[in-house]
């Protein structure tokens, strides 16, 4: 009789890291924000987001993009323009140009009238 032999040993398959997966809610608390601006923001495809069934879900990645996406840089420092021409003494002073006479519209009620609808 030949040896039994136990089933083949192989060592199992370490799976690669997998990234954590965020709830919009905590995503929210760790941006001081509502859920919904996330959530809203996730549906209308303006932060980066994975889908899990009809859930949003969010990684590390996604949190640091959301992140750059919304900072506010300093603006460059501006060159000083030449300074606005100063008029002379003899020249006179530029007229405005002419306004026009606003009119308010009529309320919507009354324009309602003139077209005969029946309550």
């Known amino acids: ?12 398959a370490i799976p690669p890291a997998l990234p954590r997966l965020y709830r919009p809610e905590e995503i929210a608390e760790i941006l001081g924000c509502s859920a919904w601006w ?7 495809r303006l932060i980066p987001f994975t889908r899990v069934g ?7 990645d996604h949190l640091a993009e959301i992140i750059r996406m919304h900072e506010d840089r300093p603006a460059a420092p501006r060159q000083q323009a030449d300074p ?14 002419p306004v026009g006479r ?5 309320p919507r009620r009354a324009r309602q009238g003139q077209f005969g609808t029946a309550a």
Not at 38 to 44: Q, S, T
Not at 54 to 60: E, V, W
């Open 1 to 12: 009789m030949p040896a039994r032999r136990g089933p083949l040993l192989r060592e199992p």
């Open 38 to 44: 996330v959530k809203d923001r996730a549906r209308r």
């Open 54 to 60: 009809r859930s949003y879900r969010f990684t590390g």
């Open 84 to 97: 606005p021409p100063t008029l002379s003494p003899r020249s006179p002073a530029p007229t405005p140009a």
């Open 102 to 106: 606003l009119r308010a519209r009529p």
